[in-house]
Structure formats: C-alpha cells, structure tokens
C-alpha cells in the first residue's frame, strides 16, 4: 500500500475539521487586551510588554486544541501518515495564532507613547517560544489521549512552566531597556529548537 | 448537610488532594521561592506580603482544577447518565464549591508555612509581619477555585478556565495598586507602604460567596433558599469595598508618592541612628535590626585603624533603590543598600561594606566618587592599596579586581565598548602582587602594631609599594605590574 503523500489535498478538510473556537477567543481576547491596555491614555512599552507576553501564553494554550482529532482512532489506519495531518494542522493553527499575535502587537505599536520604541525581534521571539511549547506539550498528550482533554493538559503543562518562570521574573522575561536583553533573547532563541524536536517526535504514528 | 452531598464532598476532596495542578504547583511555589529567597535576609514586611502574593499559582491551578470536575458533568455521555439520577447538578455543583476552595487554602497554607520555615533559616530578619497577610494570601486561593467552578457552569468550554486564569494575572500585573482587586501585591520600590485594613479580607471572602452563589443559581434561580444568600453577599461585598475604600489607610496610600518619580533623597528616612564604638549607623525604621550585622562587618576595619584617625572615618548610611543623591550626605557617609546576603551571600556583603570603610579609611575615592573620572583609576604600586587589602581581610578575605564592560557612544556616535575597573574598593584596580602581600602581611604576626606606627606614611598617596616594603618588614617577593590606567589620587 503506497502511502499517499499529497499536502494540498489535505487542507481543506483540515481546515474544517480544526477546532477554531479557542484560537479565536483567545485572539479576540489579545486584541481586547491590546485595546483596554492603561484605556484613555498611550502605552508605556512596560505595560504593552505584559499584555503581549500574556497573549503569546494564551495563544500557545489555544493552539494546541487544533492537534486534537476526535477521529483519531479511526483516522489512524488511513493511508495518510499521521504526520502530515498533525504537522498540517500545526501549521495552519500557527499560522492563525501568529496573526492574532501580530495584530495585537500592530495595535499596540499604534498606541504606543511618543519618543518610545517596541523591541519588536525580541518579542517575536518570547511568543515564537511560548507557541511553540504549547503546541508541543499538547503534542505529546494528544499522542497518549487523543481526547479534547489532552489539550487543556497542554495548555495547562504550558501555564505551568509560564508560572515556573515567576520567581526569576527578571532573568526571563526582561524590563524594556534592560541591559540583558540582548543576552536573554539570545537565550531564548536557543530554547527554540527543543519545542520543535518535541513536535517532530510527538507528530509521529503512534506504535500500536 | 444532606447524605448525599457529604459523600459528594468526601468524594471531591480526595480527588482534590491528588490533582497534580494542586501539589505539582505548591511544589513548584514552594521551590521557586525558596531557592530565589535564599541568598536574601528576609524583610518581614516584604516578604509576608510576596510570600501570600506567590499563593495565587496554587490559585491558578485550584481554577483549574475546579473548572475540569464541573465540565466532568459535560463530558461524552456524562449528560445522559447524569440527568435521570435524584442528585440534581446544583448539589453536585455544591459539593465541588466546598471540596476544591477548602483542598486549596489547605494546599496555600501549607505552602505558605514552608516559605516561612525557610525565610528563617540563618536569617535575621527585620521588619514586621502582619498576621493580616495569611489570610489575605489564603482566601484569594479559595475565591480563584469557586471562579474556576463557576465558568464552568456558566462558559461550559474546556477553554475558558485559560482565559480565566490569563484575564486575572493580567488585572493583577497591570493594576498592581488597585484595592479593587482580591489580592494587593507588594508594591516594587517602596518602603513600608500602607496596606489595606481588614475591611478588604471581608470584601474578598464576600466576593468569594457571590460568586459561589452565581454558580449555584446556573441550574437553579427558582430555588427561594438561593436569593437570600446571594443578595446578601451581594450586598457584603458592596460593603466591604465602600468601607475598604473610605478607609483612613486609603487615604493615607493615595498620599504615599510613587518612589519611582521620586526627588526625593535616597537616605531619607532613614531616621533610625545608632552610634556603636565611635561609628554612627543609620537605618530605615523597620531595618534597624540589620545595625549589628553592619557593626561586625565594619567594626574589624575600623578596629585596625589607628586611634587618632577614627575620627574621620564616614558613617554608615542606609539608601533607598531610587533618588537623589544628598552630598551632605553622601560626602560623610558610606552608603548601604536595602539587602543583605544569607546562606553564604553574607560573606559578599560583609566584605563590599568593610571595602567601603577601608577605601575611606586610606583615602581612596569610594562609593558613586569616581576619583579620576568615570574611567576610574589604577592603584598599583602604591602602599595604601595594601594597607586597603589589609582592612578588608580583617573582616573577610580580599578579592582580585574585575572589571565591567560598558558600551558607550563617542561623540562620533559610534558605539564603543568601555572597560572600566570594578573592585571592593569601587573603581579602583590593583594587581595580583598588591594582593599577595595583603594576603602575607594577614599571615604576619606584629603585622597590626607596624601598620599603625607608619599610618600616615603608609596611606599617603605617593607612597609606593617598595618604599613601603622595609616598614611593613615584607621581602620583595613579586614585582608590582604597571599602573594600566590613570593612577588614583
């Protein structure tokens, strides 16, 4: 039996079949977020800075309900390797999660204080990382339940480690004009390939 | 209570006690702080509130937790088998509205008590604890599980309890003041700033009441014995928050100025002066208890310097984080920060504060003083740097000179990275020479009695190391590097 290979054919009934309520309220929240952010006054890139990290959180918790396939029971003996269904819909949900993100940042760019600036690569970054260990922790519980629940443990495993991260606040998440940002992003582009060999090993079939 | 209900609560709370949301973040609570807290001598005022304020992940986790066994209800066919039984959804709803807040402010207790256990430990504490901030740590826990519970029986998705937790961090962070809020954190560089009286633990557990009762009232409004209570937390809530807010430490609290934009001096306040073997110490009221532990950091350095010249030895001083530098102040005083080490970061403060002193005490520039500039100075080579190192090793042992990499813009504008020396002594560098024989003269028995004989030749600035070599009864052992930078004055 060949296995069939064909991407494009894949898309569309992905698409449907991808749970799209909670990327699309947690991209309505960040854009509400962005919107109430100090109301009747500019930002302080202090303040912006929070609501973003925070979106970038609950999106990476949000996007892991799209690598939930109710079917998967049924789809696992199908011709398609489980892979590129589960990487497709990576993508896609990514994709979304990624544009709500950049709106928010948009938004908050618009409003920022005169005379201020948005260290926006570093920020692009600490979201990148934070989506992607989303979708990995989610990844690898879809792989051991694929039931819905499996990805409020992703979601929940991601809070976890977001909360662990509390008591060395400064170290992780630096003020803007800190002195260590530079180094600290760099740190964190470092942390980016970890959550990607999650995914590549958690998309795989599962063993039966 | 009815049978029923008991065995549902007896039910939930073992299964409250073994979610891993609960132990697995009181573990990592208790972990994270400790270990953050750990180099740290603990200020009671600041850390009864951070210690409460940390209490809020177990919160997060308690939200969760209750939200996931109310949508236990929702799950694959849970309605159909659910419905028929004589236990209605609302007492099941009941029975998880007393298992999880009641397992969380147990798990928020605990979990407070072993940060306290380690806050003691080598510790000298200063400050003073207000029993007030245990509760207040504790029923904001309770109020995030009975929320937890009521999104679920409102939003019944498996994703509102995230948003949930997400929309209350983030009121928290970017309201951090606000007595609106259940839980008022420890506002970042302020100094006994006012805390909301015990009105505000009455509004937070009347707030918890409501919201328990909004998600009682899901599956049941007709219910008579509902509307009583409800309307009458309702009304507490309303209360509490009128009162909280109208209170004379509200006004007090809108008073206090925001430290950041302060003008203010930075040592003012600190009104608390003691005057200890002829050195006077001067603390922030709620830090005086730190006075000996400066006492035994300086007293060996200023102990060694001879009689005569005590009397210009600075005072100590302690500073806020952010101000203005007073230099009426600053001129007569070293000035100490609002930290001090524990667990082995002591030895670190004991022996900036002695450096502090021995650099004033052989006339080296110290502190936010620059000597030759911003570039700082290099004093190789001369005899007072290691009469310096000598005073330091009274208290701890003399560390080798750093320094610290800055990048600056010339007037070309281009960036260029600056290298200036960073001491004990401040920005002033030395060599490895001028250490070893500080380190020698330390070994040296009738080292002290030579040192105070030839005082004023010894610490002069021009005196040099080999001119200095026969008075201290040292042989030449190692050749002093040349000075690198522009020698001190």
Request: overall charge positive.
């Amino acid at each position: 039996m060949r296995v069939i290979c064909r991407p494009g054919v894949l898309v569309p009934p992905l698409i449907r079949a991808i749970d799209w309520v909670p990327v699309s309220a947690a991209a309505v929240v960040s854009l509400g977020l962005a919107l109430v952010t100090t109301p009747g006054s500019t930002v302080e890139p202090a303040n912006a800075m929070v609501t973003l990290r925070m979106a970038g959180v609950l999106l990476g918790a949000a996007a892991g309900f799209a690598l939930v396939d109710a079917a998967a029971v049924t789809t696992a003996v199908a011709p398609v390797p489980r892979w590129l269904r589960q990487w497709i819909r990576t993508l896609l949900v990514a994709g979304a999660a990624a544009a709500a993100w950049a709106g928010t940042l948009l938004l908050l760019t618009a409003r920022l204080a005169d005379g201020t600036e948005m260290q926006t690569p570093g920020l692009v970054t600490e979201a990148a990382v934070s989506l992607l260990i989303g979708l990995a922790c989610t990844a690898v519980a879809v792989r051991q339940r694929p039931e819905r629940i499996a990805a409020v443990i992703g979601a929940a495993a991601l809070l976890i480690i977001a909360m662990s991260t509390l008591p060395y606040v400064e170290e992780v998440w630096p003020y803007p004009g800190s002195p260590r940002w530079g180094e600290i992003h760099r740190a964190w582009l470092s942390v980016l390939p970890a959550p990607l060999l999650t995914l590549a090993f958690a998309h795989r079939d599962v063993a039966r | 209570m009815s049978r029923p209900l008991f065995a549902l609560v007896v039910a939930e709370t073992r299964i409250a006690l073994r979610s891993p949301l609960l132990w697995l973040l009181t573990l990592l609570t208790v972990t994270g702080r400790t270990v953050s807290t750990w180099h740290e001598m603990p200020n009671w005022s600041v850390e009864g509130v951070d210690t409460a304020t940390s209490a809020l992940v177990i919160g997060a986790g308690a939200m969760l937790a209750a939200n996931l066994a109310i949508l236990r209800d929702r799950r694959a066919d849970a309605l159909e088998l659910t419905d028929p039984l004589p236990v209605r959804a609302q007492t099941r709803t009941l029975a998880v509205l007393v298992a999880y807040p009641l397992v969380a402010m147990a798990y928020a207790a605990v979990a407070m008590g072993m940060q306290i256990a380690g806050l003691l430990i080598n510790s000298r504490p200063v400050g003073h604890f207000d029993v007030r901030e245990l509760p207040a740590g504790v029923l904001p826990v309770a109020l995030m599980a009975v929320l937890g519970a009521a999104v679920g029986r409102w939003i019944p998705h498996l994703f509102a309890a995230p948003v949930c937790i997400l929309l209350f961090f983030w009121t928290l962070v970017q309201f951090p003041q606000s007595w609106l809020l259940p839980m008022v954190p420890y506002p970042k560089l302020a100094i006994d700033p006012v805390r909301p009286p015990a009105w505000h633990l009455l509004y937070a557990a009347a707030l918890t009441l409501t919201v328990g009762t909004a998600a009682l009232l899901r599956h049941g409004s007709r219910h008579p014995g509902l509307v009583l209570p409800g309307a009458g937390s309702a009304a507490a809530v309303a209360v509490a928050l009128t009162l909280t807010l109208n209170s004379p430490a509200a006004a007090a609290a809108a008073r206090t100025e925001d430290l950041r934009q302060s003008t203010r001096s930075v040592t003012a306040g600190a009104d608390h002066c003691e005057t200890l073997q002829t050195t006077r110490y001067c603390a922030f009221p709620s830090y005086a208890g730190w006075i000996p532990l400066w006492r035994d950091a300086v007293g060996p350095v200023v102990a060694a310097v001879p009689t005569a010249f005590r009397h210009r030895l600075p005072g100590i001083t302690q500073r806020a984080g952010t101000g203005t530098f007073d230099p009426t102040v600053t001129s007569r005083n070293i000035l100490t920060t609002m930290s001090w080490g524990r667990n082995g970061a002591e030895r670190d403060s004991r022996r900036a504060l002695a450096a502090q002193m021995a650099a004033a005490a052989t006339g080296f520039p110290r502190g936010t003083q620059r000597g030759a500039g911003p570039s700082g100075c290099d004093a190789r080579g001369r005899a007072r740097t290691v009469v310096a190192l000598w005073l330091i090793g009274q208290t701890e042992e003399p560390l080798p000179a750093t320094s610290t990499r800055s990048s600056v813009r010339t007037d070309s504008g281009k960036p260029t990275e600056r290298v200036v020396p960073a001491s004990d002594l401040g920005a002033v560098d030395y060599g490895p020479a001028e250490l070893a024989y500080a380190r020698r003269l330390l070994a040296q028995s009738g080292a002290r009695e030579r040192i105070r004989a030839n005082w004023t030749a010894l610490t002069a600035p021009a005196t040099t190391l080999d001119e200095a070599l026969p008075l201290l009864n040292l042989n030449r052992s190692a050749a002093s590097e040349t000075p690198k930078g522009t020698p001190c004055e």
